[in-house]
């Protein structure tokens, strides 16, 4: 398929560089398993899982039939005063699936409109609870909560806040990305200390004033940023102490990337609420879901006046999409009945061993991994951080490798279908492209 130039710019791409892409498009026009076909009929090795979406490989059996059958019998149905089973049978499977004492749930389209939610839960509690002073939030410097305006204002990428005023009152704790702990494999022995910032952002701010604590358990846009051993452990505990959230930013973590059904499951730590998106349906159909204690719900109900009123005045046309809902559970069923979060598991020595293989090759300066996520560091062009990263992109595109570029850094994410002769075929990749800029 050739599209014009007059098609190509109609459309305004989001985080891409469009003035390149459109004199050089790169297209894919199918995919099955864990390959893309591109426009000119390459096959392409999905090394990002879409975008960090489709874990279980493309273009599946059960979630295709699934959706088909759904968009037959009931395309939509709206979602305000009115519901359809689909819902209420997804909410009780995704509570199954995340830890205990998260057993609410309320679902959105998107990652971003997930943390937004769950953001507006966290200052609607506390005001629900007559503490309406308790609405700033503390993200976390190079953390990735979304596009939207509370998740820009909370997350920590300089580059997604430029462009923008402030928009939540946000303070921000330090990165965990620290010389001493480069190449690290799997959780970095240091750094548990700097959730101790939170104590001095408490002092500063006080906790009477003080919402929520958002992080992602393992930050995947900003380059692959394992937690240091103990750290969830000590912002919990800070937490607790000072009566304030703790939301876990699941939007990439949840659903088998770490090598269980949740970071939180992994690390051991659990938040009062989560956000989900991403591998919920597989990447088939947008949807999110904010997962959390019944408490925070029961307080929101125990307060919302006569039985008829709204407690909770929000939501979207399409939560809850029928079509959105039938493919989740078509995608959880496969997760769970192909054992893929285990596989995941015992496939990850496979891909740390291969990905660390790269510590010698020319421009890298760290490597980071955890699960079925690597993230791969890389010398600077003098004043142009972002061009490398870029280069190596295409690169390995043009070897049939598709991988994602962002900042400085590479990142990879393989399906959890991924043999090891993929894993082995995208390092490779990777490694040449490396010593070609050289």
């Not at 990439?252 to 990337?257: A, E, H, P, S």
């Amino acid at each position: 398929m050739t599209l014009t130039n007059e098609e190509l710019n109609a459309h305004w791409m989001p985080f891409t560089g469009n003035r390149q892409f459109k004199q050089h498009p790169r297209l894919f026009v199918a995919a099955d398993g864990a390959y893309y076909t591109d426009s000119e009929g390459r096959q392409v090795f999905d090394g990002l899982s879409g975008l960090w979406t489709c874990g279980l490989g493309h273009s599946r059996d059960e979630i295709n039939a699934a959706v088909s059958k759904q968009v037959a019998d009931l395309d939509y149905s709206p979602g305000f005063q009115y519901g359809h089973p689909l819902s209420f049978k997804l909410a009780n499977k995704v509570v199954e699936l995340t830890p205990a004492g998260l057993d609410r749930v309320f679902f959105t389209d998107s990652g971003s409109e997930t943390v937004d939610t769950a953001l507006k839960i966290a200052q609607g509690y506390w005001r629900t609870k007559g503490q309406p002073g308790k609405s700033k939030f503390i993200g976390r410097i190079k953390g990735y909560h979304g596009v939207n305006f509370g998740g820009v204002g909370v997350g920590g990428i300089g580059f997604n806040r430029k462009l923008f005023d402030q928009s939540v009152d946000a303070d921000h704790i330090s990165h965990t990305l620290l010389d001493e702990n480069r190449f690290s494999r799997g959780m970095p022995e240091k750094g548990a200390h700097l959730a101790d910032e939170l104590e001095e952002l408490v002092l500063l701010h006080d906790a009477s004033n003080i919402a929520a604590v958002i992080v992602e358990p393992l930050s995947g846009t900003s380059g692959v940023l394992p937690p240091p051993k103990g750290y969830l452990n000590r912002l919990r505990e800070i937490c607790d102490k000072h009566d304030i959230l703790l939301i876990f930013d699941e939007v990439i973590t949840g659903f088998g990337r770490m090598g269980s059904m949740t970071g939180a499951d992994e690390f051991g730590v659990i938040p009062d609420i989560m956000t989900l998106a991403k591998q919920i349906t597989n990447g088939a159909i947008p949807l999110g879901a904010v997962v959390l204690g019944a408490e925070i719900y029961e307080t929101f109900m125990d307060k919302g006046g006569p039985d008829y009123m709204v407690e909770f005045p929000h939501g979207y046309t399409y939560s809850a999409h029928p079509v959105a809902c039938a493919a989740s559970l078509a995608a959880l069923e496969v997760l769970v009945q192909e054992n893929l979060v285990e596989r995941v598991k015992q496939m990850s020595p496979v891909f740390e061993k291969a990905l660390h293989s790269l510590s010698t090759a020319p421009f890298v300066t760290d490597i980071r991994n955890y699960g079925f996520a690597g993230g791969l560091s890389l010398e600077h062009y003098p004043g142009e951080p972002l061009r490398r990263p870029f280069e190596i992109g295409l690169k390995c595109f043009e070897k049939g490798f598709y991988i994602r570029w962002g900042a400085d850094t590479l990142q990879l994410a393989p399906p959890f279908i991924a043999s090891e002769a993929d894993i082995d075929g995208l390092i490779n990749a990777v490694g040449e492209s490396l010593h070609e800029l050289s």
